[in-house]
C-alpha cells in the first residue's frame, strides 16, 4: 500500500520541468564522487530532458568518463526498433554527447526471452553495484528517473502483475505489458529503482491529470508504491496537475 499521496513540485510548463530535473540531476553529479549510476525511463515525458542535457550548458557540465548511464525498464524489442527506451534515450542524447558507449548499459534484449535479460541485468548491476545485497546507506543508483503512465504504472510495474510485489530479485522479466506497446518487457523491481539517492518522477501535459488526482486521492497504484530510500521527487507540469496550485 501506498504510504500517503506524493507530494508533488508544479512546474509551469514541461520546458520548465526539463530544466528543474536537469538542474536537480547536474548537482547529483556534482557530488564528489569517484563514478555515477543514473536510470532511465521511458516513454514521452522524459524527452524534453533528455534533449536538454545534449545541450549547454548542461552537456558540458556532465562528467561523462564518470556517469554510468542504466534503464529502469525497457520493451524486449532491438535497440534500433522505435519502441526502445535504450534506443530513444541515446537518439535524444546519449550518441550527441561525449558519453561513453561503455558506460550505457542497455537492458540486453537481444537474450533468448524477457526472464534471461532479466538474469542478465540483474548480474550486471550487482557487478556494477560490488555486492548482492542492497544497502540502504550505499544506493545502487545517484538518480532514478520515473514515469507514470495513464494506468497508474511505473516503469514496467503493471497493476496487478505478480512483479509488484517481488521483494528479491532486482530485474524481472513481464511477459505481457498493460500498456501499449504491448510488447514483453523487462523491469527493475521496486527494491532496486528504491535504492537511490534522488528518485525523480516526471510528468507533463493534460493526459496525466486523471491519473494524477487518483495517486493524489491515495489510490494503490504502483506508481504510489514506488519508495526511495533517498529523495523521492515529484515534478508535474501545470497541465498534468489535478487542480490549480501555486507555480514552483
Ligand atoms: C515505458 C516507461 C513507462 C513510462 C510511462 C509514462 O517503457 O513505457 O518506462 O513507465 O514512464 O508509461 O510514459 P509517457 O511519459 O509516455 O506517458
Known amino acids: 500500500m501506498p504510504d500517503a499521496p506524493p507530494k508533488l513540485t508544479i512546474l509551469p510548463d514541461a520546458a520548465a520541468l526539463a530544466q528543474a530535473a536537469a538542474t536537480r540531476l547536474l548537482a547529483r553529479l556534482a557530488e564528489p564522487r569517484e563514478r555515477f549510476a543514473v536510470g532511465l525511463t521511458g516513454g514521452s515525458s522524459p524527452e524534453g530532458l533528455y534533449r536538454l542535457l545534449a545541450t549547454e550548458p548542461y552537456r558540458n557540465q556532465i562528467p561523462w568518463e564518470r556517469v554510468h548511464w542504466f534503464w529502469g525498464d525497457d520493451r524486449f524489442v532491438p535497440q534500433d526498433d522505435a519502441r526502445s527506451n535504450a534506443g530513444a534515450a541515446r537518439r535524444l542524447f546519449l550518441d550527441r554527447t561525449l558519453a561513453p558507449p561503455a558506460n550505457m548499459h542497455a ?52 497493476p496487478g502483475q505478480a512483479q509488484l510485489d517481488e521483494t ?51 489510490a494503490d497504484l504502483p506508481a504510489a508504491r514506488a519508495h526511495c530510500d533517498g529523495d523521492l521527487v515529484w515534478l508535474v507540469d501545470r497541465d498534468a496537475a489535478p487542480e490549480r496550485r501555486d507555480v514552483a
Open 107 to 158: 537492458i540486453p534484449t537481444e537474450a533468448a526471452n524477457p526472464d534471461e535479460a532479466a538474469r542478465r541485468y540483474e548480474a550486471q548491476l550487482r557487478e556494477f553495484y560490488r555486492a548482492d545485497r542492497l544497502d540502504p546507506a550505499r544506493p545502487l543508483f545517484d538518480v532514478v528517473l520515473m514515469g507514470v503512465g495513464n494506468d497508474g504504472h511505473t516503469a514496467s510495474l503493471f
Open 168 to 218: 528479491k530479485r532486482w530485474v524481472v522479466g513481464v511477459p505481457q505489458a498493460g500498456q501499449e506497446p504491448f510488447v514483453p518487457r523487462v523491469t527493475l523491481t521496486f527494491p532496486a529503482l528504491a535504492s537511490t539517492r534522488d528518485m525523480l518522477f516526471l510528468v507533463t501535459g493534460r493526459g496525466k491529470r486523471e491519473i494524477m488526482a487518483r495517486l493524489l486521492a491515495g
